[in-house]
Structure formats: C-alpha cells, structure tokens
C-alpha cells in the first residue's frame, strides 16, 4: 500500500518561509508527476504546483516567483520551499503523485495546515 506524508506545515509570520515535504513509502515502482494542492476555508481546493519525474515545473499565477517545488526521485520525495508568505496563503496543503506500484493511480495526502499571521 501506497501513503504519502506530509509534513513541514506551521504558524508563520507574513513575509516568513516554510518548507514542506511530501514522502511517499510502500511498494512503488516508479512515481510520474507530483502536485502541491491547498484549500482554505470555505474555498475549493486549488492547484500551487506540480512537477514531472524530470523536474519540469509549473506554479499556479497567485505564487509564482515565491514558491519552489523540487522533488528527489531516489528517495520519492517532493519538496515546495515557500517564501514571503501571505495571509492569503493560509490553507491545507495536500500533496498528490501519480504512483506506478501493484495499483497504480492517484495517490493523496493527509495534508498539513499552513497559517501565516498578518
């Protein structure tokens, strides 16, 4: 069985920085594309960024140029560095990949909560 882990969420000040981390464990053959998601309250949730087994990256327009997602395919680990936070960045950050194992899919976090002080 396939889980993946976040962790890294916190209380930050506006203009702080967190990092998250997204591990993912079990039986896994090979992991695709990987994506940052969150949700605040009363919001749906939305799409930060999302990146391919090469690293090829792509960010949603409210965090472009403050946001980095990297990942480490040896250790199926996924990484979203977040500088000069935002009230407004305030949400559950859930993280998702697109894992080859016995039964390939979609897999999600449990995600971590995120909450940046004014």
């Known amino acids: 069985q396939v889980q993946l882990v976040e962790s890294g969420g916190g209380l930050v000040q506006a203009g702080g920085s967190l990092r998250l981390s997204c591990a993912a464990s079990?039986?896994?053959?090979?992991?695709?594309?990987m994506g940052w998601h969150r949700q605040a309250p009363g919001k749906q949730r939305e799409l930060v960024a999302t990146i391919t087994r090469g690293g090829r990256s792509e960010y949603a327009d409210s965090v472009k140029g403050r946001f980095t997602i990297s990942r480490d395919n040896a250790r199926n680990t996924m990484y979203l560095q977040m500088n000069s936070l935002k009230p407004e960045d305030t949400a559950v950050y859930y993280c998702?990949?697109?894992?080859?194992?016995?039964?390939?899919?979609?897999?999600w976090g449990q995600g971590t909560q995120v909450t940046v002080s004014s």
């Open positions: 998702n990949a697109d894992v080859r194992t016995l039964r390939s899919g979609d897999y």
């Open positions: 079990g039986r896994i053959f090979s992991i695709n594309d």
